[in-house]
T-cell receptor, first 113, second 112 residues
Framework: DGGITQSPKYLFRKEGQNVTLSCEQN?????MYWYRQDPGQGLRLIYY???????QKGDIAEGYSVSREKKESFPLTVTSAQKNPTAFYLC????????????FGQGTRLTVV | QKEVEQNSGPLSVPEGAIASLNCTYS??????FFWYRQYSGKSPELIMS????GDKEDGRFTAQLNKASQYVSLLIRDSQPSDSATYLC????????????FGSGTRLQVQP
C-alpha cells in the first residue's frame, strides 16, 4: 500500500530528553513536511524539505531538528530545548511543483511526563 | 492578522441541509487552496483542492474560489452526521515556500 507511515503512534518523553519521530513515505514524493497541532488549533509548520539533503525552517522550528538523507524519510527530533513539546505531530508529503496536493500520515501524539 | 482565517464554529446544521464553510486568506501570492477534513484525534484527510477562480464540484462537495476577494468556501450538500468533523482550509504559494499554511479550522456538527 502506498502511503505515509509515522511511528510511534504515541510517545512519552521525560523532561530533558531528546526524542525522534519517524516519517517514511513510499509515494515517491519529493517534498516532505512536519506540522505541529495543539488542541483546538490549526497546523503550524515546523520544517519542510523540497528535495533530498535540503530542508528549511518553518514558523516554529526552535527546539526541533530534522534530516533528509533519503527521499523516503524525514525524521523529526524534538530536543530538550523545546519548552512545550506536548502536541500532535503530523508528517505530510507532496509532489514537487505548483498545484500539488499534500497527504498526511496518521500522526504521533507526544506527551511530556 | 493570520494568513488563513476561518470561523472556529461550531457550525450546526440539520441532516440533509447544505453546510457552508468559509475561509479568507491574506497572502496574494497564494495559488493553490485545499480543504481537509479532520475527525477528532485523527490526521487531516484531503477532500478538495481548487486552483482557479470559480466552482469545483466533487460529489456532495463544492469548493469555490474568488482570488479578487481572497475568499475560499466549501459547500457540503445533503449533510450527514458522518460529516461532523473539523474542516481545515489551507493555501500554498506558487513560488518560494510552497508548504501549506492552515487556518485554525471550523467545527461542523450535523444534527440527525
Amino acid at each position: 500500500d502506498g502511503g505515509i507511515t509515522q511511528s510511534p503512534k504515541y510517545l512519552f518523553r521525560k523532561e530533558g530528553q531528546n526524542v525522534t519521530l519517524s516519517c517514511e513515505q513510499n509515494l515517491n514524493h519529493d517534498a516532505m513536511y512536519w506540522y505541529r497541532q495543539d488542541p483546538g488549533q490549526g497546523l503550524r509548520l515546523i520544517y519542510y524539505s523540497q528535495i533530498v539533503n535540503d530542508f528549511q525552517k518553518g514558523d516554529i522550528a526552535e527546539g526541533y531538528s530534522v534530516s533528509r538523507e533519503k527521499k523516503e524519510s524525514f525524521p523529526l527530533t524534538v530536543t530538550s530545548a523545546q519548552k512545550n513539546p506536548t502536541a500532535f505531530y503530523l508528517c505530510a508529503s507532496s509532489r514537487s511543483g505548483t498545484n500539488t496536493e499534500a497527504f498526511f500520515g496518521q500522526g504521533t501524539r507526544l506527551t511530556v511526563v | 492578522q493570520k494568513e488563513v482565517e476561518q470561523n472556529s464554529g461550531p457550525l450546526s446544521v440539520p441532516e440533509g441541509a447544505i453546510a457552508s464553510l468559509n475561509c479568507t486568506y491574506s497572502d496574494r501570492g497564494s495559488q493553490s487552496f485545499f480543504w481537509y477534513r479532520q475527525y477528532s484525534g485523527k490526521s487531516p484527510e484531503l477532500i478538495m483542492s481548487i486552483y482557479s477562480n470559480g466552482d469545483k464540484e466533487d460529489g456532495r462537495f463544492t469548493a469555490q474560489l474568488n482570488k479578487a476577494s481572497q475568499y475560499v468556501s466549501l459547500l457540503i450538500r445533503d449533510s450527514q452526521p458522518s460529516d461532523s468533523a473539523t474542516y481545515l482550509c489551507a493555501s500554498s504559494r506558487g513560488t518560494g515556500r510552497r508548504a501549506l499554511t492552515f487556518g485554525s479550522g471550523t467545527r461542523l456538527q450535523v444534527q440527525p
